[in-house]
């Protein structure tokens, strides 16, 4: 009986450590109270920095408080840190065309993306009408305006009210939570998008938007309008992070083979014209927004956002751009940073 019992606790003993090896190893190999440290240590290097300005050009985004500052990471193991302010929210902005972008890639394909508006960097701003001239609405891709309203376009949907709640649907998903829209910027944006009703007119005259071209710039602006804080756009990056799946809710919210094409793009083109010198100093796959947010992707590992809205002269948060570099170089977030073997 005694030899019985030994030998099954033996047995016992072996499949506990087989399971521990079998268990998933943690996303971060440093300790939660360092993963604390490194964006704590960050919130407080940049907190007193004045340098850049609110974006003016829709009249409601001058109006932000400028101090809002707040970063928020969440692992792909869903464990969430942040530091400062992270419930004040502004808009989404360029964020959104991530997300319409992966709706879009989820509906009809990677292909779709490729054969209407491309995958290239314009070397243009983000709302160049030169860059639509130059290929015809072709060779450009979904985070700049032209091919973003595309995008939108592209969602498919019996009315406008059936495409909008399928696309802030998938954005709250994304988020975790149910998302709204802030309608003083909604309405602001409205009232002065010209140029980019403009936009969205030549790429119908080109054919890559279908029909109702206005409709779809009208949609675009209200999606730019969302209204988000740092642990939302934190837990949307580390959603695109893992593979598709949210870690804190659990939920599957796109296709994990869809996922590196969209990280693909916004490695490119997500920080306007300043992508290449963002992708040097990080290597992270990562969108802006001119309404202050940062969103950043460290695939396998996690998602991190700030949100602070003064921007530098290529529409970047000045204080996201800062404090996502360093909290990602502290944690070995850097996708292209190997240790040889
Ligand atoms: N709604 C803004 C626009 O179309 C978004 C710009 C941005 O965040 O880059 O002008």
Redesign the pocket.
């Known amino acids: 009986m005694t030899r019985y019992t030994r030998n099954a606790m033996g047995m016992a003993g072996l499949l506990a450590v087989a399971m521990l090896a079998m268990a998933v190893a943690p996303a971060l190999a440093q300790s939660p109270a360092e993963v604390d440290a490194a964006l704590k240590a960050a919130y407080a290097k940049y907190k007193d920095l004045k340098e850049g300005a609110n974006a003016d050009y ?1 009249p409601a985004l001058a109006k932000v408080d400028p101090n809002i500052y707040g970063i928020a990471l969440v692992t792909v193991d869903g464990k969430v840190y942040t530091a400062g302010d992270v419930s004040s929210e502004v808009s989404i ?2 964020i959104s065309k991530v997300f319409t972008m992966a709706k879009v890639i989820e509906e009809q394909g990677t292909q779709a993306i490729t054969d209407n508006m491309g995958v290239d960097a314009t070397g243009q701003v ?2 160049s009408i030169v860059a639509v001239e130059q290929y015809r609405g072709a060779e450009m891709n979904a985070m700049v ?1 032209p091919g973003a309203i595309t995008a939108t376009s592209m969602v498919k949907g019996a009315s406008r009210d059936e495409i909008w709640k399928k696309i802030l649907g998938f954005y709250s998903e994304f988020a975790g939570r149910q998302l709204t829209v802030n309608q003083e910027v909604y309405k602001s ?1 409205a009232e002065t ?1 010209q140029r ?1 009703q403009a936009i969205s007119m030549l790429m119908y005259a080109y054919g890559h938007i279908k029909e109702n071209p206005l409709q779809a710039c009208d949609i675009y ?1 209200e999606q ?1 309008s969302v209204s988000v804080n740092a642990k939302d756009l934190a837990t949307m990056a580390a959603t695109l992070a893992n593979g598709g799946k949210n870690p804190v809710t659990g939920k599957q919210v796109m296709g994990t083979g869809n996922v590196p094409e969209v990280l693909a793009v916004m490695a490119t083109a997500g920080l306007y014209d300043d992508s290449g010198k963002w992708l040097y100093l990080t290597g992270l796959p990562a969108k802006s ?3 202050g947010g940062i969103l950043a992707v460290s695939p396998g590992k996690f998602g991190i956002a700030v949100v602070a809205p003064p921007l530098d002269k290529a ?1 970047n948060s000045v204080k996201a751009q800062k404090a996502i570099a360093d909290v990602s170089n502290a944690l070995g977030g850097n996708p292209y940073a190997v240790k040889p073997r």
């Open positions: 829709i902005q360029s983000f709302n305006n944006e998008n980019n602006t730019c927004g001119v309404g529409g």
